[in-house]
C-alpha cells in the first residue's frame, strides 16, 4: 500500500509512522481508493439482522464500479444464555415488526429480517460460534425453552443446547430455501481477560484459540441437514489449528457432487492468517480434500488497510506449490499450476458465492 521498502525498527519507526500517517489522511488513500490499488470488485461486510442496510442501499448506486454487500449475522438471536438475550429480541421485534412472545414469533422475526437482507443482494450468512451445539430435541421442548426464557427463569446447559440446535436448524434450512451460503467461524475463546472486558469491553483484543471439541456434534449437525436435503453451500473456519485435519476430512463427508466445493474448509483465521497457518491450512486441505475446489483466503478485518493479506495469501500459494514443483512433488506445468493459482485467487470465489 505505503510504497515503504525501509527495515521496521527502532531507528526507522518513527519515519515510518510519520510518513504512513501522511499517507492515509490524503485522498489518494480513502477507502475506495484503497479498495481500486487492490482491484477489489466487491467487499462484503457482515451485519447483524436488526441493522438497516442504509449505507449499503447508499452505496449501491455508486460509481467506482465496486459492489458492497453483506453477510446475515444472527449470533445475539442464537446465544440464549448470553446477558442481554431478552433485550435483543425485543429490538428485533421491533425493527421486524412482529412482538416475539413465542419461539414461533422469534422464527417469523427472523425470516422477515432473511427476507429483507436477500432482497438487498445478501447471498451468505456468518456465525462466529465456539462450537457447533446439536442436540436431540421437540418442538414443545424448544417452545417451553423458549418461554422461560422469555420469562426470566433460570436455563440448564441441556436446555441451551437444545435452543442452540433447534435455531441453528431453522437457519441453515431457510438459509438453504434462499440459496445462500452459511459460513460457521468455530473455536475463539472470548474475554479471557475479566478485569480488561469490564473497562473495555468485548472484542478489544483478550480472545485466544479455544480448544473445543468440534468433531462429533458438527458432524451431526451438518448430517440433520444432508438427511433432509437442505444442507446449502457450506464453509467452516476453525481456529485451533489442531483442527485443521478434522475440518478437511469432514467437509469430504457431505460433499454430494450436486455444487463443486459444496463444503469448505476455510482459508486461516484471525490466529491463523499468517504464514505458517496459511500454510497448514493448504496442505491439510491438499493432502485430504481437493485443494483445487478450494474458495481462497478470507480477510475478515474490519480494517481496509488489511486488505494485503490476499496478495500475502497468493504468494504463500505460489511458493507452496513452486517449492513442490521444484522438489519434484508437482509437475512443472505452469498452464495448469497456473490455472489452479487463478481459479483459488479469484475463480473459484467468484462461482461459488455468485454475487
Known sequence: YFDIYDLLNEKSAEKIYIETSEKINSQAYSTQNLLKKVNAELVCTTEDPIDSLEFHQKFANNSTGIKMSTAFRPDKAILIANDGFN?????????????????????????????????????????????IDFENFTESEVNAIFKKKRENGELSPEEVLKFHSAILVFLSETYHEFGWVQQFHLGALRNNNARMHRILGPDTGWDSIGDYPQAQKLSAFLNALDSKD?????????????????????????????????????????????????????????????????????????????????????????????????????PNDMEWIGKLVSDISYNNAKEYFKF
Open 87 to 131: 433485550a435483543y429480541l425485543d429490538t428485533l421485534g421491533d425493527v421486524s415488526g412482529i412482538a416475539i412472545n413465542t419461539y414461533a414469533d422469534l422464527q417469523s422475526a427472523l425470516r422477515k429480517r432473511i427476507e429483507f437482507f436477500n432482497a438487498n443482494g445478501c447471498k451468505l450468512s456468518d456465525h462466529g460460534l465456539n462450537q
Open 230 to 330: 437442505k444442507l446449502t453451500k457450506t464453509i467452516i473456519y476453525n481456529l485451533n489449528p489442531a483442527d485443521n485435519e478434522v475440518m478437511a476430512t469432514m467437509i469430504g463427508n457431505f460433499n454430494d457432487g450436486s455444487v463443486r466445493g459444496k463444503v469448505q474448509f476455510g482459508s486461516g483465521w484471525w490466529f491463523l492468517d499468517q504464514k505458517d497457518g496459511m500454510t497448514k491450512q493448504l496442505n491439510a486441505l491438499s493432502n485430504m480434500g481437493l485443494i483445487s475446489c478450494f474458495v481462497g483466503m478470507l480477510t475478515d478485518s474490519r480494517s481496509f488497510l488489511s486488505f494485503p493479506r490476499h496478495e500475502y495469501f497468493r504468494r504463500i500459494l505460489c511458493n507452496l506449490l513452486g517449492d513442490e514443483i521444484k522438489r519434484g512433488e508437482l
